[in-house]
């Protein structure tokens, strides 16, 4: 079904799955809910190249480098922390980050609403880095302090078809939309 959205408001249902490449082929785990999203922000990434010939603008390419931004969040899970950041629990459950540790890449699903239907998305390879620490004191009144993920959507690997996949959508009503929380949507 086709996106007849004049707008697009509102930010939920954000899941993680964590990416896993063995020999070139790309899987990944059963998405994960993230609970408590406050905004997502991905800024395009990738340059303009303009080629001049014959005194004007003969060629123009651009390249698609994937997205950068925040994932601005209630509080990230430690869920999360672990499967992605690497941190470690020990038997009395005290969480610890451990300096060694890699990030893990990870597809990020999530859902905007809009004025006609919702539309559901996926950006395939995504990593990001670890949160700033920090919160303020109470004053009159508790304000909530929020956690940011910096993160950074690449395009994945080049596939049997040529192709550098870096995200899709489905509208509300397509046949894929009602499980698209259940299983990473691969292009088929």
């Known amino acids: 079904m086709a996106d007849s959205n004049k707008v697009k408001f509102g930010l939920k249902n954000v899941y993680y799955a964590v990416l896993t490449e063995t020999a070139g ?12 999203a ?13 080629f001049f010939a014959d005194d ?12 950068s931004g925040s994932l601005e969040l ?28 890699e990030p893990k890449r990870f597809a ?16 395939y390879d995504v990593t990001c880095s670890r949160p700033s620490l920090g919160s303020s004191t109470i004053t009159e009144s ?3 302090q929020t956690e ?5 959507a690449s395009p994945l690997p080049i596939d049997a ?11 509300e009503g397509d046949a894929e939309y009602a499980g698209w929380f259940s299983a990473v949507y691969q292009y088929t």
Do not use: C, M, W
Not at 27 to 35: D, E, F, H, L, S
Not at 74 to 101: C, H, M, R, S
Not at 148 to 152: C, G, K, M, W
């Open 56 to 67: 004007t603008k003969y060629y123009n390419v651009t390249a698609n480098a994937g997205y």
């Open 148 to 152: 940011t993920l910096n993160i950074t």
């Open 25 to 36: 082929t790309i899987t990944y785990g059963t998405p994960v809910a993230i609970k408590g």
């Open 74 to 101: 209630a509080k990230i899970p430690d869920q999360f922390k672990k499967d992605v950041l690497g941190f470690i629990e020990d038997t009395n459950n005290i969480l610890f980050e451990d300096a060694e540790a």
């Open 142 to 144: 508790k304000e909530p």
């Open 38 to 50: 406050v905004t997502l922000s991905l800024d395009a990434q990738g340059d303009e190249t303009n």
């Open 161 to 171: 078809n040529g192709r550098r996949l870096v995200k899709a959508k489905s509208n």
């Open 108 to 123: 990020l699903l999530f859902e905007f609403s809009g004025d006609a239907n919702k539309t559901r998305h996926v950006v």
